[in-house]
């Protein structure tokens, strides 16, 4: 026994299961068979009273009835009053029910002494019947066939009525003994199936109350053994869901699978205990690496980034030491020494000249196998054979060591070490897992704020070009309009003859120059509206412009031109309530370089449309050509400086691949925008969209 406990209830659930089931197949069987037995008999006795007993007694009241009313006929046949039926023609009905009689009398489910004393008493019933029914056809046979004057005396001869009366009374006697008889087994038969019924119960009740009283025993037994020991387990479960995790069942009560259970159950908290502290320490160590992460991201430059991460890694672990070296250039040896350690503990010094060249092999052995080196004892380890690590022992005094590589790609960028000189330590690998992570951050760390240094100075050398350029530009575009504007004076006196006579084909040479001065003049006016875009913005003075007078001075400007290039100029009549509120210079000049261009490349014979609308709050201004039109792949390209498109080159049309560039300028500068389409070979659209003004009023 054991805790006042039976000792039953300490055996396994099985056996006791196994004892419960041993009781309840010597039970059931028992009581079955005693039942079947009584039902059996019962049975016999109910197929005695319904298939033999029962249709032979109904059988033969029916005789007797039949017979009674024969009997009642005849006497009515014999003294001449009218019977209701013929008596003789009631005998087959009799002689059926007879058969059947004899029948049910001689059923198999009767013994078979029954059935022989069955067998005389119908015998002389049968016998009987046939004698009345003799006597009764010969009185009849016999009567006179005029009535008598009176109903008074017989109508029969006396010694035939008398034949007859006696056959009559002999039936009465035969049939009443063999309905006696019937009635007898009959009574029998019904108190045998009583009997067998009252056993049959009384067994069924019997079993019942021995099966259920083992039942309860057993569940007495059970909840003994299994169900009071589950209750006080699910209690510890319901405990350790409340927090106490270290709550322990009782594994000295109980059947025998429930002591295993509690066993097992046990087992489970103690290792679910040490999973929760594991997690803890992972769930730290991931802390720790956010921490150095964030750190890391907010420093300054490399030295700050790297002492970060080796201060917050060395705290976050409890080392004693952290020494991080980084690679020099040429991928060897140490550029830069950085280190952390705890209050009580010095400086080191740097690694001795001999282990400082080994840093950059110690990485690339680091990188290319295990991608880290740790040692829990390191005196212990047979790692200290080493002479490279008797020599870091001897420069460090590091008793465990963690060493990982610092690199990104291909390409190493240091080693990290993690010390303990106190105590040998082991290094688990959620923080071996840390340390890695962090010796990433810093590979990160390294490689980013390198690059941001260097896209730094990249941007301010970038800059200061971008700078000199413009005041390039700006001066070189300055200087040379004063020489130009000379050349250009000088030219115009050659040409009125002020220098004397000028032959053709000096006329000749004098307009090429000419014109080459007008080219280079509106390069030069270019370049100077574009520095000054870039330099200060456009500065544009709004004012509410009627697009019709736009327009208007846009045709007059471009009508000699248009006229000198054999090009018709149309431009339809334009709404007058058609305003805008822009800078009217810089417009018109955005769109004399619309139309100056469609001019220059439609050739002669062609058109160009300047058109204007309203869609929805936008002005649209189109000029639309049917010139030589713009390849689709450099449609894309055509707003660029000094692009100029593959056809347009190849035509040798002059051009300096800066106007629409100042168009998109002046126009995106006023809140609108430039839409460009055109087809090769059939022309071009260039939109200027730009908002609506508030309708002015404007002059007819």
């Known amino acids: ?156 001869d006396p010694a035939a009525r008398a034949r007859v009366e006696t056959a009559y009374a002999s039936f009465s006697t035969a049939s009443g003994t063999l309905g006696d008889t019937i009635r007898a087994h009959r009574n029998a038969a019904r108190v045998d199936s009583r009997e067998a019924t009252d056993i049959t119960s009384g067994v069924i009740i019997a079993a019942a109350t021995l099966v259920l009283i083992v039942l309860v025993a057993a569940g007495f037994g059970m909840d003994r053994a299994v169900g009071r020991p589950l209750a006080r387990l699910r209690e510890v479960v319901r405990r350790q869901a409340e927090e106490d995790v270290i709550a322990m069942a009782n594994q000295e ?13 046990n087992d489970l908290t103690r290792a679910n205990a040490r999973l929760v502290d594991q997690q803890a320490a992972v769930l730290e160590m991931q802390e720790l690496v956010l921490d150095v992460g964030r750190g890391a991201r907010g420093a300054a430059d490399v030295r700050e980034a790297l002492q970060r991460v080796t201060s917050r890694l060395g705290a976050g672990l409890g080392a004693d030491r952290v020494l991080l070296y980084t690679l020099a250039d040429d991928g060897q040896s140490v550029g830069d020494r950085l280190q952390w350690h705890t209050d ?7 690694l001795p ?49 963690l060493m990982l590589p610092v690199g990104t790609g291909g390409r190493g960028l240091g080693i990290m070490a993690v010390l303990m000189v106190n ?38 050398r970038l800059t200061e070009l971008d700078r000199q350029k413009t005041d390039f530009m700006a001066t070189v575009s300055h200087e040379l309009r004063t020489p130009l504007t000379s050349i250009s004076g000088y030219l115009e006196l050659l040409v009125d003859g002020d220098f004397g006579e000028v032959s053709d084909g000096q006329h000749v040479a004098l307009d090429i120059i ?63 309530d058609l305003v805008v509120k822009v800078d009217r210079g810089q417009v018109e000049r955005a769109l004399i370089n619309l139309g100056s261009n469609a001019v220059k490349f439609t050739p002669e014979g ?9 869609s929805g709050g936008s002005t649209i201004i189109s000029v639309h050509d049917t010139g030589i039109g713009i390849p689709a792949a450099d449609l894309a390209r055509l707003s660029e400086r000094f692009f100029r498109a593959g056809n347009a080159t190849a035509a040798a049309i002059p051009g300096t691949g800066l106007g629409l560039a100042i168009v998109r300028a002046i126009v995106e500068g006023h809140g609108g925008e430039l839409v460009i389409a055109s087809v090769e070979g059939e022309g071009s659209t260039m939109q200027v969209v730009l908002p609506v003004a508030q309708p002015a009023s404007v002059p007819a």
Request: with cysteine; net charge negative; charged share 20%.
């Open 1 to 156: 026994m054991s805790g006042g406990l039976p000792a039953v209830s300490r055996r396994s659930v099985g056996s006791q299961i196994r004892v419960l089931i041993g009781i309840l197949v010597v039970l059931v069987p028992l009581g079955a068979i005693v039942s079947v037995a009584t039902i059996h008999s019962q049975s016999a006795a109910v197929r005695a009273l319904t298939l033999a007993l029962g249709p032979a007694s109904e059988a033969n009241n029916t005789v007797l009835l039949d017979m009674t009313r024969a009997e009642g006929a005849w006497r009515e046949a014999v003294v001449g009053a009218p019977a209701p039926v013929d008596p003789l023609s009631l005998q087959p009905g009799i002689e059926q029910q007879l058969d059947r009689v004899e029948q049910g009398t001689q059923s198999g489910e009767l013994a078979a002494a029954d059935r022989a004393r069955f067998a005389t008493l119908l015998a002389a019933e049968r016998a009987t019947v046939a004698e009345w029914f003799a006597a009764a056809r010969a009185s009849i046979a016999a009567a006179p066939t005029a009535p008598p004057a009176t109903t008074s005396g017989p109508a029969v």
């Open 253 to 265: 009560e109980g059947a025998l699978e429930v002591r295993m259970l509690a066993r097992d159950f």
């Open 344 to 350: 009580d503990l010095p400086d080191l010094p740097p």
């Open 353 to 401: 000249r001999s282990l400082a060249q080994q840093v950059g092999a110690v990485n690339d052995e680091l990188r290319r196998d295990a991608g880290f080196f740790d040692l829990g004892d390191l005196l212990a380890h047979k790692a200290y054979a080493d002479e490279r690590v008797r020599a870091f022992h001897r420069a460090t005094g590091a008793l465990s060591l």
């Open 423 to 460: 105590a040998p330590r082991r290094w688990h690998r959620h923080e071996i897992q840390a340390a890695q992570q962090c010796a990433a951050i810093a590979a990160q760390s390294i490689v980013s704020l390198r690059l941001s240094q260097m896209q730094d100075e990249q941007v301010q």
């Open 514 to 576: 000419g014109r080459n001065a007008t080219r280079l003049r509106g390069l030069i006016e270019d370049l100077l509206v574009l520095n000054k875009i870039e330099i200060s913005g456009l500065q544009a003075i709004a004012e509410e412009v009627a697009v019709r007078d736009l327009l208007r001075t846009v045709t007059e400007t471009m009508e000699p031109v248009a006229a000198a290039s054999g090009v018709q100029l149309i431009c339809p009549a334009v709404p007058d």
């Open 606 to 614: 062609g058109e160009v449309v300047l058109t204007a609308e309203r």
